[in-house]
T-cell receptor, first 111, second 113 residues
Framework: DVKVTQSSRYLVKRTGEKVFLECVQD?????MFWYRQDPGLGLRLIYF???????EKGDIPEGYSVSREKKERFSLILESASTNQTSMYLC??????????FGPGTRLTVL | TQLLEQSPQFLSIQEGENLTVYCNSS?????LQWYRQEPGEGPVLLVT?????EVKKLKRLTFQFGDARKDSSLHITAAQPGDTGLYLC?????????????FGRGTQLTVWP
């Protein structure tokens, strides 16, 4: 059974903390994506990666960075968390332009 | 920039009713995908349409891709409570290996028993 897993389902952090969100896929997909999902705003792309060590900015990269050291793992980093980064974070992977497989999401609260 | 507009944003209906959700864009896409998301989970693909005018049926769900490949619709016949969820359309470019999709904001469907 294909799988995208995310390190945490729920996370509570304080303003100014450095936050790491991890995503792992077992499908040998080249592409991996990080989205945030907020009510009424849909899925917004933060960053994506099409190969190891390669990354592309999405629509809302400010305040975030990413790391892809291995093909199966894509990390999202909040260098200094702020309250406006409270959101649901979804990771996905795909092969070329095909179906994106999503993880269950991490609900991050920044106090 | 929101490339894909979905309507309606919310839909609340009784079991057994029919409904249609729309996904419109001013841009041409080479593929259009529909996903369903249930609370606390990530979206799951329902269907991909790639040819202008294409119609695909998945049990009680009918998906159509517009002739100009700028719009799509999802029709559900005899809705059931199990159809409740957030329906998302997403447009893609098959010519790109980068695999980026452009998502609409979604239609939240609630089907009451």
């Amino acid at each position: 059974d294909v799988k995208v897993t995310q390190s945490s389902r729920y996370l509570v952090k304080r303003t100014g903390e450095k936050v790491f969100l991890e995503c792992v896929q077992d499908m040998d997909h080249e592409n991996m994506f990080w989205y945030r999902q907020d009510p009424g705003l849909g899925l917004r792309l933060i960053y994506f990666s099409y190969d190891v060590k390669m990354k592309e900015k999405g629509d809302i990269p400010e305040g975030y960075s990413v790391s892809r050291e291995k093909k199966e793992r894509f990390s999202l980093i909040l260098e200094s968390a702020s309250t406006n980064q409270t959101s649901m974070y979804l990771c996905a992977s795909s092969f070329q332009w095909n179906e994106q497989f999503f993880g269950p999401g991490t609900r991050l609260t920044v106090l | 920039t929101q490339l894909l507009e979905q309507s309606p944003q919310f839909l609340s209906i009784q079991e057994g009713e029919n409904l249609t959700v729309y996904c419109n864009s001013s841009s041409v896409f080479s593929s259009l995908q529909w996903y369903r998301q249930e609370p606390g989970e990530g979206p799951v693909l329902l269907v991909t349409v790639v040819t202008g005018g294409e119609v695909k049926k998945l049990k009680r769900l009918t998906f159509q891709f517009g002739d100009a490949r700028k719009d799509s619709s999802l029709h559900i016949t005899a809705a059931q409570p199990g159809d409740t969820g957030l329906y998302l359309c997403a447009g893609g470019d098959r010519g790109s290996t980068l695999g980026r999709l452009y998502f609409g904001r979604g239609t939240q469907l609630t089907v009451w028993p």
